[in-house]
């Protein structure tokens, strides 16, 4: 269930993407090109994590990974902050939003 989450939303990001680039959309385009790399990185990490994790710490050590690329993208966004970069922040801003939903879903279905 929870890979599956996350393959309809790279699916759906992606084809949102493309209708975004053929109406003209490219900076609406990108961002959504953003959503769907997080997205497809946290699918990889789960599935690195299923098949090198044994089943009794998989659960922990996915979210810990989670939190990790929280810590990383929301320092990230303080930098941008710093220094006015108005791109990076929404940037960092829209993966930590993705990756808040994403975390939620995991918990949610317990990565089953």
């Keep these: 269930m929870f890979i599956e989450y996350l393959e309809s939303k790279i699916s759906e990001n992606s084809l949102e993407a493309e209708n975004l680039e053929k109406n ?4 609406d385009a990108v961002f959504v090109k953003i959503k769907s790399n997080v997205y497809d990185v946290c699918k990889t990490v789960f599935g690195v994590f299923k098949k090198t ?9 996915y979210i810990n990974k989670l939190d990790e690329f929280e810590k990383i993208w929301s320092s990230s966004a303080e ?3 710093k220094f006015g970069d108005s791109k990076k922040i929404a940037a960092e801003e829209a993966k930590l939003f993705v990756l808040a939903e994403i975390k939620k879903k995991f918990i949610e279905t317990r990565g089953e």
């Design 79 to 81: 930098n941008a902050k």
């Design 53 to 61: 994790k044994p089943q009794d710490d998989l659960y922990n050590e």
């Design 24 to 27: 003209y959309r490219h900076d």
